[in-house]
């Protein structure tokens, strides 16, 4: 978003609280260069997660006499990640100035966490969330396979031995999050050679209307002194798990560990610790084996790539 001066990005930042329970529903006040920024706002509302709106200024270039003349204010600040998050959304021809700008300010300011976000980038964040950005009734078509059916079975196969290794003597419960889990689910249980018990989650879908997260399905399980794995299906940004991984602690459980099949590490956000970890993929939007796109593809026996642009 465009750049504002350090004085206008010294103003008091806009904050929200950073747990569910104390979610209030107040809106959205701060002055928005773009409608993209709010509507980002909304989605970080939505998790709970606290933000704050171009908090700080970081001087890039002075004059001689201390006077600045470049500096780079990000757009959002994430406190509980120690994250600055700027948006890219607007004319590609300013992709490349931002690019820069981050540059000098990586060198400059080595232990500041920030993530550039590009018009791609958050694009497929609101579609992952549900919302069509291009008003489009057009179906997508599978571009390529990326994970084939019988390397599925191969590496879920694995995945099960090292969880039975892991976990020799105990119970797990495991907990998958509905409703793209189903697939790797049931074959992961399977696949692990142990007594297990299995329950579901189910996460509220994202919401124009700002209403908070809550689960549409409650654990039926006590997890009080137990051994958790949470089975995924994706991990992108990492918020939506990060609220789920909150949730469980708060129970009390023995220890929880997660198990994704696909870990998209290039959209992270939320810094979540994932044990087992399937594949790991690229920046792009996945379906198949559970995953979908707008309820399309779940059935497919293959992990592959729709383009949405």
């Known amino acids: 978003m465009p750049d504002a001066s350090p004085a206008e990005a010294l103003s008091p930042p806009v ?10 529903l107040e809106p959205l006040t701060a002055p928005f260069a773009h409608p993209s920024e709010a509507q980002f706002a909304r989605l970080l509302d939505f998790y709970g997660v606290a933000w704050q709106y171009e908090p700080r200024s970081f001087p890039l270039r ?26 890219t959304t607007l004319r590609q021809s300013l992709v490349t100035y931002k690019n820069r700008k981050l540059r000098r300010l990586r060198e400059r300011y080595p232990d500041v966490n920030v993530k550039l976000l590009y018009r ?9 969330f549900g919302i069509d950005p291009r008003h489009s009734t057009a179906l997508p078509s599978v571009e390529r396979v990326l994970v084939a059916r019988a390397d599925l079975e191969r590496r879920v196969t694995e ?5 039975t290794r892991d976990y020799a003597g105990s119970r797990p419960i495991l907990v998958g999050v509905l409703r793209g889990v189903t697939c790797f689910m049931a074959d992961l249980m399977r696949a692990i050679d142990l007594p297990v018990t299995v329950d579901f989650l ?17 654990l039926e399980e006590d997890i009080t002194g ?12 990492g918020i939506s798990l990060h609220r789920l991984l909150q949730y469980l602690d708060d129970r009390s459980p023995n220890d ?15 810094d979540v610790p994932i044990r087992y970890t399937g594949f790991e993929v690229g920046d792009e939007f996945v379906v198949g084996y559970g995953l979908d796109y707008r309820q399309e593809f779940r059935n497919l026996p293959y992990v592959g790539v729709v383009r949405t642009e």
């Open 256 to 270: 929880v560990a997660v198990c994704a099949l696909l870990d998209k590490r290039a959209r992270r956000i939320a």
């Open 15 to 24: 904050v929200w609280p950073d747990t569910p329970q104390s979610l209030r």
């Open 159 to 163: 995945l099960g031995a090292e969880i």
């Open 226 to 237: 137990q051994r958790v794995i949470v089975v995924e299906d994706i991990v992108d940004t």
């Open 62 to 87: 002075e004059e001689d006499d201390g006077r600045v003349v470049e500096a780079f204010t990000p757009d959002f600040y994430l406190p509980e990640f120690d994250l600055y998050i700027e948006l």
């Open 120 to 128: 791609k980038d958050y694009l497929r964040l609101l579609e992952r």
């Open 202 to 218: 189910a996460l509220s879908p994202y919401a124009q209307e700002r209403e908070v997260l809550h689960f549409t399905k409650d």
